[in-house]
């Protein structure tokens, strides 16, 4: 059986790579790659102008994504097998129609005689037929059917959640993104003012020539990082592009409207009932839906398999007719054969012969209608068919050992799908505090080596410290600096999951 990825999961996959986005620090940092691209449409999607939203993004991609298409078609084929199976329960009819010429020596087929010539025959039939009792199979096929499109239609819903997860995910790193390389090229404007003061109190003798050696090399470094994030900037904005089915026509307009986020520290500290959010969540998601749906089409199934240790009966009707070129009616004419006949009178024990002239229509064979030999060949059957089955080879109940393991197999799956989600909504809580308070200790951090770092750059334009110890302060305030984002973007994430779990729309 096909393995189903819960949404679930997929969320905490979400959930790890927007935790795993790389931050830029002065050690070079390793490249993201980005997740693999949808399939091209039969025609190029044609992306709206003007900056895209996340509202935006999320609806063009739930019209547009392959996956949520291939849903909908599977649900689709699971409509039609539920009106077949429905079409079922209605009585079958068919007519049947055949020629056939035989040669040489055979049977006629509507005589039964033996004749040595060539025949043409032909067969007519029609054959009505309804089942009265198959063991409730017809019934329980329906309901397991029916089941199994109410779960497809949930999984359309849980595959436009999982697109919807994985867009806002994509979005906030393109967010991100861009705010690093701003952040980066403030460095670098630094740098270079740093450089030109640098250089003014070389000239005058206040500082040695390495330390001018010193700052620019740091600026080389925040140079690369510059590239690095935008290296990051380009691929997270081709993740979204792809997750989005965009072509390579429309990257060169491809924007996207930055939402104003606000601090961490700013929102009440994170408090969540986890077993009323897991209440509703389970109430409401559509993955824990289909899964129990699934639970019930595999106990029909069961049921449907146990029919087959009852009798089946049928009730068949059939007409049928045929013709056969040989066939002939025979036919009085209209002239006459004389024929004599001589009899023997008894006269007085003599035997007198006695001569008498009579006269005998002609008879004549002729072949048969078409039509008049339908009619006369016009017959009708109705059958009743009883079927008990004794013993065919355990097949029956091998069926039905298999239908109640699929039974037991499906109720673990809807159990495992409800611990994944519950286990999803502690881990996503759980790193939603965790990124809230990391946030407020990295603010901390960073005001803290703001100042660090002022003092420092005072003391290094006087003389008082050389370039590689103001480049170490310098370079731990650009890391806690990155913390703080990272801390900022990776609540912002969380949090939207946790109201997503709660019934709250998806928006930034």
């Given at each position: 059986m096909k393995?189903?990825?819960?949404?679930?999961?997929?969320?905490?996959r979400v959930l790890a790579g927007l935790a795993g986005?790389?931050?830029?620090?002065?050690?070079?940092?390793?490249?993201?790659?980005?997740?693999?691209?949808?399939?091209?449409?039969?025609?190029?999607?044609?992306?709206?102008?003007?900056?895209?939203?996340?509202?935006?993004?999320?609806?063009y991609a739930l019209a547009h994504n392959l996956n949520v298409r291939l849903s909908e078609l599977q649900a689709k084929n699971n409509q039609q097998v539920l009106r077949q199976s429905r079409a079922a329960l209605l009585p079958s009819a068919n007519l049947s129609a055949s020629q056939s010429w035989q040669y040489g020596t055979s049977v006629n087929p509507l005589t039964y005689e033996f004749q040595s010539n060539t025949v043409r025959a032909n067969n007519l039939a029609g054959v009505a037929q309804v089942t009265l009792f198959q063991g409730f199979q017809l019934r329980n096929t329906i309901r397991r059917n029916d089941l199994d499109y109410q779960a497809s239609l949930a999984d359309i819903e849980k595959a436009r959640n999982d697109l919807s997860l994985n867009v806002a995910s994509?979005?906030?790193?393109?967010?991100?993104?861009?705010?690093?390389?701003?952040?980066?090229?403030?460095?670098?404007?630094?740098?270079?003012?740093?450089?030109?003061?640098?250089?003014?109190?070389?000239?005058?003798?206040?500082?040695?020539?390495?330390?001018?050696?010193?700052?620019?090399?740091?600026?080389?470094?925040?140079?690369?990082?510059?590239?690095?994030?935008?290296?990051?900037?380009?691929?997270?904005?081709?993740?979204?592009?792809?997750?989005?089915n965009l072509d390579a026509s429309a990257a060169?307009?491809?924007?996207?409207?930055?939402?104003?986020?606000?601090?961490?520290?700013?929102?009440?500290?994170?408090?969540?009932?986890?077993?009323?959010?897991?209440?509703?969540?389970?109430?409401?998601?559509?993955?824990?839906?289909?899964?129990?749906?699934?639970?019930?089409?595999?106990?029909?199934?069961?049921?449907?398999?146990r029919g087959g240790y009852y009798p089946r009966l049928a009730l068949s009707g059939q007409v049928f007719s045929g013709y056969s070129s040989v066939r002939t009616v025979t036919q009085v004419g209209n002239d006459s054969t004389a024929r004599r006949t001589t009899f023997f009178v008894n006269n007085a024990g003599t035997l007198t012969p006695l001569s008498v002239l009579t006269y005998q229509r002609n008879i004549i064979s002729l072949p048969q209608g078409f039509w008049d030999q339908l009619n006369q060949n016009l017959g009708q059957q109705i059958q009743f068919q009883l079927n008990i089955p004794v013993f065919n080879g355990l097949q029956v109940r091998t069926g039905v050992q298999r239908a109640i393991i699929n039974e037991q197999a499906q109720s673990v799956r809807a159990e495992q799908a409800r611990l994944t989600l519950r286990q999803s909504i502690e881990q996503a809580y759980a790193d939603a505090r965790a990124a809230q308070l990391q946030y407020a200790a990295a603010k901390r951090q960073v005001t803290a080596l703001t100042l660090t770092q002022r003092n420092s750059e005072i003391r290094f334009n006087n003389g008082l410290l050389n370039g590689t110890e103001f480049n170490i302060t310098k370079n731990n305030l650009t890391f806690a600096e990155s913390n703080r984002i990272q801390a900022k973007y990776s609540y912002i994430f969380r949090r939207k999951v946790l109201d997503f779990y709660q019934g709250k729309p998806l928006s930034l």
């Amino acid at each position: 059986m096909k393995r189903r990825t819960t949404s679930s999961a997929l969320r905490r996959r979400v959930l790890a790579g927007l935790a795993g986005t790389v931050l830029l620090a002065p050690a070079a940092q390793a490249q993201t790659t980005a997740a693999p691209p949808a399939t091209a449409l039969g025609s190029a999607a044609q992306a709206p102008t003007g900056p895209w939203t996340l509202q935006s993004a999320v609806d063009y991609a739930l019209a547009h994504n392959l996956n949520v298409r291939l849903s909908e078609l599977q649900a689709k084929n699971n409509q039609q097998v539920l009106r077949q199976s429905r079409a079922a329960l209605l009585p079958s009819a068919n007519l049947s129609a055949s020629q056939s010429w035989q040669y040489g020596t055979s049977v006629n087929p509507l005589t039964y005689e033996f004749q040595s010539n060539t025949v043409r025959a032909n067969n007519l039939a029609g054959v009505a037929q309804v089942t009265l009792f198959q063991g409730f199979q017809l019934r329980n096929t329906i309901r397991r059917n029916d089941l199994d499109y109410q779960a497809s239609l949930a999984d359309i819903e849980k595959a436009r959640n999982d697109l919807s997860l994985n867009v806002a995910s994509a979005f906030l790193q393109l967010v991100l993104a861009q705010e690093l390389v701003r952040a980066n090229q403030t460095r670098v404007e630094s740098d270079n003012a740093q450089i030109a003061r640098t250089r003014i109190l070389l000239k005058a003798g206040s500082i040695p020539e390495s330390t001018l050696l010193d700052s620019q090399s740091q600026l080389a470094t925040d140079e690369l990082n510059v590239v690095t994030a935008q290296n990051q900037a380009t691929l997270a904005r081709l993740s979204l592009m792809q997750l989005l089915n965009l072509d390579a026509s429309a990257a060169k307009t491809f924007e996207i409207e930055v939402p104003q986020f606000p601090d961490p520290d700013e929102d009440a500290p994170l408090a969540l009932d986890l077993d009323q959010t897991y209440q509703s969540a389970a109430g409401r998601l559509p993955e824990i839906k289909a899964a129990e749906l699934r639970v019930q089409s595999a106990r029909r199934g069961t049921d449907l398999a146990r029919g087959g240790y009852y009798p089946r009966l049928a009730l068949s009707g059939q007409v049928f007719s045929g013709y056969s070129s040989v066939r002939t009616v025979t036919q009085v004419g209209n002239d006459s054969t004389a024929r004599r006949t001589t009899f023997f009178v008894n006269n007085a024990g003599t035997l007198t012969p006695l001569s008498v002239l009579t006269y005998q229509r002609n008879i004549i064979s002729l072949p048969q209608g078409f039509w008049d030999q339908l009619n006369q060949n016009l017959g009708q059957q109705i059958q009743f068919q009883l079927n008990i089955p004794v013993f065919n080879g355990l097949q029956v109940r091998t069926g039905v050992q298999r239908a109640i393991i699929n039974e037991q197999a499906q109720s673990v799956r809807a159990e495992q799908a409800r611990l994944t989600l519950r286990q999803s909504i502690e881990q996503a809580y759980a790193d939603a505090r965790a990124a809230q308070l990391q946030y407020a200790a990295a603010k901390r951090q960073v005001t803290a080596l703001t100042l660090t770092q002022r003092n420092s750059e005072i003391r290094f334009n006087n003389g008082l410290l050389n370039g590689t110890e103001f480049n170490i302060t310098k370079n731990n305030l650009t890391f806690a600096e990155s913390n703080r984002i990272q801390a900022k973007y990776s609540y912002i994430f969380r949090r939207k999951v946790l109201d997503f779990y709660q019934g709250k729309p998806l928006s930034l």
